[in-house]
């Protein structure tokens, strides 16, 4: 099965709605892991800078797909309206083309949930205003970000409060002839336990203590339905609360800039529950 890559527009709003050219910026990110920066955009809601600098907020990261980048979601969905409407920051880091966001043991120069994981989260923590815990953290991505979010929370369930995945290739060994997913994976033949413990779906059982808000959505029409819906009922046997929906639609932006919006209230309402809107009134 080929991933569909993510394909973008070139950013026009960045420059013609001057609202959105202030609350939309791009950073570099250095990693100590991989001895180099990356880029990431950041989305500040208007009251970022309205309100006072005491006031914090809580961050969503957004991790893009297979053969995107950290400028697919502000180009391709309106995530702007999203910040200012549940007064959030998001997080768009670059997650390299094909790195499944995982440390591979394969491949010492891709250390990409580290990245993503840890040291994202610092530099953000560190030169913004926000709610620097877990309860006011949130994790989402599409694809093999979908993939990346969920691996990322379970295994840094003390950075993540809320974690979720859209389209999802939530198991990757259906994705064995995907180019370039060996070269961080290992050959699946060879390196087939590994393969194993990194499939979301054999890992259904860790959400039980990872205590974290939990939404999965996939499209009807999506390749990578069949293996949503077999985590979705695996968590429905272990009693795993979750929110899981399917839409119509496939592996495309159109499915995804709509699905977002569904996430996004999901993390806003965990924040609220959390009491972390409390924080920032």
């Known amino acids: 099965m080929k991933l569909a890559r993510a394909f973008w527009l070139i950013p026009t709003l960045l420059f013609t709605n001057p609202v959105w050219a202030f609350q939309s910026r791009v950073v570099a990110i250095p990693s100590a892991a991989m001895h180099k920066s990356f880029e990431a955009t950041?989305?500040?809601?208007?009251?970022?800078?309205?309100?006072?600098?005491?006031?914090?907020?809580?961050?969503?990261?957004?991790?893009?797909?297979?053969?995107?980048?950290?400028?697919d979601w502000a180009a391709n969905s309106q995530?702007?309206?999203?910040?200012?409407?549940?007064?959030?920051?998001?997080?768009?880091?670059?997650?390299?083309?094909?790195?499944?966001y995982i440390d591979s043991p394969v491949d010492p120069r891709s250390r990409y949930e580290t990245y993503v994981g840890a040291e994202v989260v610092a530099y953000v923590d560190a030169h913004f205003?926000?709610?620097?815990?877990?309860?006011?953290?949130?994790?989402?991505?599409?694809?093999?970000?979908?993939?990346?979010?969920?691996?990322?929370?379970?295994?840094?369930?003390h950075a993540f409060g809320a974690a979720g995945?859209?389209?999802?290739?939530?198991?990757?060994?259906?994705?064995?002839?995907?180019?370039?997913?060996?070269?961080?994976?290992?050959?699946?033949?060879r390196h087939a336990s590994y393969w194993n413990s990194r499939a979301i779906i054999e890992n259904a059982?860790?959400?039980?203590?990872?205590?974290?808000?939990?939404?999965?959505?996939?499209?009807?029409?999506?390749?990578?339905?069949?293996?949503?819906?077999?985590?979705?009922e695996r968590l429905v046997e272990l009693g795993v609360p979750h929110?899981?929906?399917?839409?119509?639609?496939?592996?495309?932006?159109?499915y995804w800039a709509n699905a977002i919006q569904y996430q996004v209230l999901f993390f806003a309402t965990s924040f609220k529950r959390n009491g972390v809107y409390e924080r920032i009134a």
């Open 129 to 157: 205003r926000t709610i620097a815990t877990r309860q006011a953290r949130a994790i989402t991505g599409l694809s093999m970000g979908g993939f990346g979010a969920l691996h990322i929370a379970l295994d840094r369930p």
């Open 79 to 100: 995530i702007g309206k999203l910040a200012d409407r549940y007064h959030v920051i998001l997080v768009m880091p670059d997650g390299g083309h094909e790195s499944w």
């Open 165 to 189: 995945s859209i389209s999802g290739a939530v198991d990757p060994r259906a994705c064995d002839d995907e180019p370039g997913i060996s070269d961080v994976f290992g050959d699946p033949t």
């Open 243 to 254: 929110d899981y929906a399917e839409r119509p639609g496939g592996h495309t932006w159109t």
């Open 42 to 71: 950041v989305v500040l809601p208007d009251e970022y800078a309205r309100g006072k600098e005491a006031r914090r907020f809580p961050v969503v990261y957004l991790l893009h797909g297979s053969g995107g980048d950290y400028t």
């Open 205 to 232: 059982r860790s959400f039980e203590n990872a205590h974290i808000a939990l939404t999965i959505d996939c499209g009807v029409n999506d390749f990578f339905v069949k293996s949503n819906r077999t985590l979705h």
